[in-house]
């Protein structure tokens, strides 16, 4: 067996959401598993990025999409995974079903953290950080006074909070009925005071419902766990 091997590889993000532009890059997200041997002996839980490809080990996956992380989570509402390996792949998969047990009040938390992370860049213009942005990054800049492609995605992720914390039994609402609208701020229609306001405005409503909303305090930990130690256990009896 080699050093880890992919069990699912899907493609996430603007493509996922329903907001990409004809020159959108493609996006993957693989999740792998570790020789058996490594889960006996223990190993330390990782991630890697091969060029648009990013690879999580299951335990990884796992531990990130509980802690309502939203670089991650969104991966379970991939609707077909454009490879899946054998038994243990289709096991994950089986992901999908059960998504909403990942999700809880802990959303609050990181949708408006990376909201403010990203209205910031807006705010800012990006000044000392243009180093770290890419070539059609910094045109967007050039062209319409400020980050428009960060300012759709900080709209985004405050409004997929505020829609979660409003209606927990609906899950999370990754492809975007509103994407007609989020392409028109990425592609500059709309001025930066106006995402700002947006902005603003849905991170004080999602303040107002983390108090009485009804979704859960935590994950359901114990369903994650015992799927976690149902696969490792096939995974290990095979490789006996």
Same mark, same amino acid.
């Given at each position: 067996?080699?050093?880890?091997?992919?069990?699912?590889?899907?493609?996430?993000?603007?493509? @996922?959401?329903? %907001?990409?532009?004809?020159?959108?890059?493609?996006?993957?997200?693989?999740?792998?598993?570790?020789?058996? !041997?490594?889960?006996?002996?223990?190993?330390? %839980?990782?991630?890697?990025?091969?060029?648009?490809? %990013?690879?999580?080990?299951?335990?990884?996956?796992?531990?990130?999409?509980?802690?309502?992380?939203?670089?991650?989570?969104?991966?379970?509402?991939?609707?077909?995974?454009?490879?899946?390996?054998?038994?243990?792949?289709?096991?994950?998969?089986?992901?999908?079903?059960?998504?909403? !047990?990942?999700?809880?009040?802990?959303?609050?938390?990181?949708?408006?953290?990376?909201?403010?992370?990203?209205?910031?860049?807006?705010?800012?213009?990006?000044?000392?950080?243009?180093?770290?942005?890419?070539?059609?990054?910094?045109?967007?800049?050039?062209?319409?006074?400020?980050?428009?492609?960060?300012?759709?995605?900080?709209?985004?992720?405050?409004?997929?909070? !505020?829609?979660?914390?409003?209606?927990?039994?609906?899950?999370?609402?990754? !492809?975007?009925?509103?994407?007609?609208?989020? @392409?028109?701020?990425?592609?500059?229609?709309?001025?930066?005071?106006?995402?700002?306001?947006?902005?603003?405005?849905?991170?004080?409503?999602?303040?107002?419902?983390?108090?009485?909303?009804?979704?859960?305090?935590?994950?359901?930990?114990?369903?994650?766990?015992?799927?976690?130690?149902?696969? @490792?256990?096939?995974?290990?009896?095979?490789?006996?």
């Amino acid at each position: 067996m080699t050093d880890r091997q992919i069990l699912l590889s899907g493609t996430i993000g603007s493509r @996922l959401y329903g %907001t990409n532009s004809s020159d959108s890059d493609t996006d993957t997200m693989s999740i792998c598993i570790r020789p058996a !041997r490594d889960y006996l002996l223990g190993f330390n %839980t990782a991630s890697w990025v091969e060029g648009e490809n %990013t690879i999580y080990e299951l335990r990884f996956f796992l531990k990130l999409a509980a802690a309502a992380n939203l670089n991650v989570l969104p991966a379970l509402w991939v609707e077909t995974w454009t490879h899946c390996l054998g038994r243990l792949g289709l096991d994950v998969v089986s992901l999908r079903t059960q998504r909403n !047990r990942f999700l809880s009040k802990a959303l609050y938390n990181t949708g408006t953290g990376y909201a403010l992370q990203q209205l910031a860049d807006v705010e800012n213009e990006n000044r000392g950080h243009s180093g770290k942005l890419g070539e059609k990054r910094k045109a967007l800049i050039e062209l319409h006074g400020y980050d428009t492609k960060a300012a759709m995605h900080t709209v985004r992720l405050a409004r997929m909070t !505020r829609e979660y914390l409003r209606s927990p039994a609906d899950g999370l609402m990754v !492809r975007r009925p509103d994407s007609d609208e989020l @392409l028109a701020i990425r592609n500059g229609e709309w001025k930066k005071e106006a995402v700002i306001k947006e902005v603003r405005g849905l991170i004080a409503d999602c303040d107002k419902l983390i108090k009485t909303t009804t979704a859960p305090e935590q994950p359901d930990r114990k369903w994650i766990d015992d799927f976690l130690i149902g696969v @490792l256990s096939r995974h290990i009896k095979e490789s006996l």
